[in-house]
């Protein structure tokens, strides 16, 4: 094993647990995830377990907590890179409690950054959203799309984030980023034994839709009236395992030295915009259930549509996404088969 190490933070969650498993099965580095289950539980680490042929490290901290943090990390040495994850997510979440999102998003950014800089670990990689471009004027966005005021506190603490580490990496020339905007990360593992697993209750489309084929929740889709193909938000939906992927290519880019800049951004998405009912027929397709639900208001914070370029990663990560739509649904859908409840 190389005795560098990478530390993972928010390991447990949903794209950091689905990047665990491709970091261990692709590299050699000594792996330490980073969670305080705030929206996770200690069994995906399990399932991470049963995915890969190596062991990783774990410890239980609240990146906020700048004290525990040092007490915890500073005796970690030969730190090749950060990768962070570790941030709540939930567009509606953030419209109904906004203090606790720029708390928790920005707080736990600044301290790992101070923590970087203290320990001089040059490579860090962030977790973005496209949710950062808001309405855009024109589609699909490249990384040089003007960014528009954000729909919701969720998007706009990603954008603070990603002014942050710009202004750090200014100030700082030996530190490297690779800033990810993910679009929409959907699907599960394609064995179908982990996915998404949220202690609360999920608020993203696709776990709710296999929730509700099981008799677990109700599916209602917000707005059918917007200006859009066929009146529903348009997404650029990605299967988590190719984001997963992006991770261990750009932690190669920026390790192996073949950035351009101190500072680089990338979209992950596939490039194809495809609206809630599009996934709902996906969903049926590949499941053979046909699905119940209601057409409710718009939601507060979304935005009509969005879908990525990706032209920049595919060239300078050498990455490309491997699965289609069908894939993303098959894979949750087996997921939820997994979790139980088909009633
Ligand atoms: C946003 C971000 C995405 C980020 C994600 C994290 C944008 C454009 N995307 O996704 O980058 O990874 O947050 O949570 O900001 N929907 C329903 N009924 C439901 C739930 C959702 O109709 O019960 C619809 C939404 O209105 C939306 C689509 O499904 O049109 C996707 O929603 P969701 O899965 O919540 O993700 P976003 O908010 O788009």
Same mark, same amino acid.
Request: charged share 20%; proline share 3%.
């Given at each position: ?26 590299? $050699? ?32 901290? &609240? ?57 001089? @670990? ?6 973005? $959203? ?78 709710? @839709? ?31 395992? &190719? ?53 409710? &208001? ?46």
């Amino acid at each position: 094993m190389n005795s560098s190490c990478i530390i993972v933070t928010g390991g447990a969650g949903y794209i950091g647990s689905h990047t665990l498993i491709e970091l261990l099965n692709n590299t $050699s580095y000594r792996i330490i995830s980073i969670d305080n289950f705030s929206n996770s539980s200690p069994s995906s680490y399990d399932r991470v377990k049963q995915l890969t042929s190596r062991d990783f490290e774990t410890i239980n901290l &609240d990146l906020c907590n700048e004290t525990e943090l040092k007490k915890q990390l500073s005796g970690i040495n030969n730190i090749e890179g950060i990768i962070h994850f570790a941030a709540f997510k939930s567009v509606p979440d953030s419209v109904a409690d906004p203090v606790l999102y720029y708390h928790n998003n920005i707080e736990s950014l600044n301290n790992i950054l101070k923590f970087s800089q203290e320990k001089k @670990i040059s490579n860090f990689i962030f977790s973005s $959203s496209c949710s950062v471009y808001g309405n855009a004027d024109a589609l699909p966005v490249t990384e040089e799309t003007v960014l528009k005021k954000a729909e919701s506190p969720y998007g706009h603490t990603k954008q603070i984030g990603e002014e942050i580490i710009e202004f750090f990496c200014k100030v700082n020339p030996w530190f490297n980023v690779v800033t990810l905007r993910y679009f929409n990360p959907v699907g599960a593992h394609m064995s179908g034994k982990t996915g998404e697993s949220p202690i609360t209750k999920p608020n993203n489309l696709v776990p709710i @839709i296999t929730q509700t084929a099981v008799g677990k929740n109700s599916l209602t889709v917000f707005g059918s009236d917007y200006d859009t193909r066929d009146g529903y938000c348009i997404r650029d939906y990605i299967h988590v395992t &190719d984001i997963a992927d992006a991770h261990v290519k750009a932690l190669d880019y920026i390790t192996q030295k073949k950035n351009r800049k101190n500072f680089s951004l990338f979209n992950l998405g596939t490039g194809n915009g495809v609206s809630v009912l599009e996934v709902i027929r996906s969903f049926e397709r590949v499941s053979g259930k046909k699905l119940s639900y209601t057409v409710g &208001d718009r939601r507060k914070g979304d935005v009509v549509a969005v879908y990525a370029n990706n032209d920049l990663a595919k060239k300078e990560l050498g990455w490309k996404p491997q699965y289609n739509l069908d894939d993303m649904m098959l894979s949750a859908w087996k997921w939820q088969l997994n979790l139980g409840g088909e009633s």
